[in-house]
């Protein structure tokens, strides 16, 4: 079985920051792609940031130059420095990642749990 396990989110002022966490766990043979993807009431589900094994980015243009992701290839782990936070970046945030489980020879998308980030003006 694969986890992904997120931490971090919470209640913050406009123009705060926070960090969420996400750590992958269980029978990975390897991680392709990993990254955040977020939802807000009534809207579709939408990629924040991913980054790949080989450190390559890309980040949806409403937080470009706000957002950071990064990456631990050896603890399997993701996270997501959102500083100068806005109102409409308050979303339900999910960690993704596209991996191949042991005994397996191909890619799955895993996603975890969520967690909340309300932006307060």
């Known amino acids: 079985q694969v986890q992904l396990v997120e931490s971090g989110g919470g209640l913050v002022q406009a123009g705060g920051s926070l960090r969420l966490s996400c750590a992958a766990s269980?029978?990975?043979?390897?991680?392709?792609?990993m990254g955040w993807y977020r939802q807000a009431p009534g809207k579709q589900r939408e990629l924040v940031a991913a980054?790949?094994?080989?450190?390559?980015?890309n980040y949806a243009d409403s937080v470009k130059g706000r957002f950071t992701v990064s990456r631990d290839n050896a603890k399997n782990t993701v996270s997501l420095q959102m500083n100068s936070l806005k109102p409409e970046d308050t979303a339900v945030y999910h960690c993704h990642a596209l991996l191949m489980p042991r005994a397996t020879t191909r890619l799955y998308d895993y996603w975890g749990q969520g967690t909340q980030v309300t932006v307060s003006s």
């Open positions: 980054i790949t094994s080989g450190g390559m980015t």
């Open positions: 269980g029978s990975i043979f390897s991680i392709n792609a």
